[in-house]
């Protein structure tokens, strides 16, 4: 079974490593003694984020990577073995978001999202999974979002898709990696203090007020929080890493009675609310 991964030492490699979530999860592990690759497709965020680990103590390398491209992940593979001969913690992060009516995003939009939400998570298992097998050691974890969880609201259906994906590929690459000596982590974010709004696209949406916020919405956490949540999980060995450990509840609900969760969630996110032609009292 799993052995732990001990930080002070390791290896770690993030994709979307150089903002957000990612940066912090780099600075956190290298704070706790690992040396850390890298990987994002901006050039001066990924210098930076290098030079911040140094300033820490630790190794680093920077990888520009486009997760949507196979021989950009499969480089990254090795690179980080060419630099350090083993990979001991993978952290497949880089995601983006993407709001609108699904019947009026386009099929291009649609394709972009999965490729870098759910492919992007595809190629880092296809690229590193094998190391880690030959190994019998090392740590995954998968970056998700609460909307992996259960579907929280109705304006971005193509990220909620996308994220309930990368959830049932993580557990099920627990299942499969478990036995083998290797640990695996779904990271399931609500609200955090990020740039992904830089990337973010809007389609279809003619009304603003047709933006939902899920009535439940917690205050955002700093990424550094988040990232030491992360590193938390690794170290007691633990699958699921909320953000908000608020969200526990409404996800054990969910879980419990979907029916009587959808019927009563519904009007909850309306609110009597007439928006873009969606009814003002559901039924």
């Not at 990220?159 to 083998?180: F, Q």
Request: aromatic content about 6%.
């Amino acid at each position: 079974m799993t052995r732990a991964v001990e930080l002070n030492g390791a290896v770690a490699v993030i994709t979307g490593g150089a903002s957000g979530i990612g940066r912090a999860t780099a600075l956190a592990l290298a704070r706790v003694g690992a040396d850390v690759v890298v990987a994002d497709i901006h050039q001066q965020r990924l210098d930076e984020t290098v030079a911040a680990i140094g300033e820490i103590g630790q190794r680093a390398l920077a990888v520009r990577c486009d997760v949507t491209s196979d021989a950009d992940v499969d480089g990254l593979a090795r690179a980080v073995l060419s630099e350090f001969g083993t990979v001991d913690v993978v952290m497949n992060n880089a995601g983006v978001a993407l709001l609108g009516p699904p019947e009026r995003v386009p099929m291009a939009d649609w394709q972009r999202l999965f490729d870098i939400n759910v492919f992007g998570v595809v190629r880092g298992i296809r690229a590193f999974v094998p190391i880690l097998l030959e190994q019998g050691h090392g740590w995954i974890v998968n970056t998700a979002s609460i909307a992996g969880l259960y579907a929280h609201g109705y304006d971005n259906i193509p990220y909620i898709g996308a994220k309930h994906a990368v959830v049932g590929i993580t557990e099920g690459l627990y299942l499969y990696l478990r036995p083998k000596g290797i640990g695996v982590s779904v990271l399931c974010p609500e609200l955090v203090t990020t740039n992904i709004g830089e990337t973010a696209r809007m389609i279809g949406i003619d009304d603003p007020r047709w933006v939902n916020f899920p009535p439940h919405l917690l205050s955002p956490i700093h990424p550094d929080d988040a990232a030491e949540r992360v590193v938390a999980a690794i170290q007691q060995e633990r699958y699921l890493i909320l953000t908000h450990p608020e969200n526990r509840d409404w996800v054990v609900n969910h879980g419990r009675d979907v029916e009587g969760f959808l019927a009563d969630y519904l009007p909850m996110l309306y609110d009597g609310r007439d928006v873009g032609g969606l009814p003002v009292t559901p039924s």
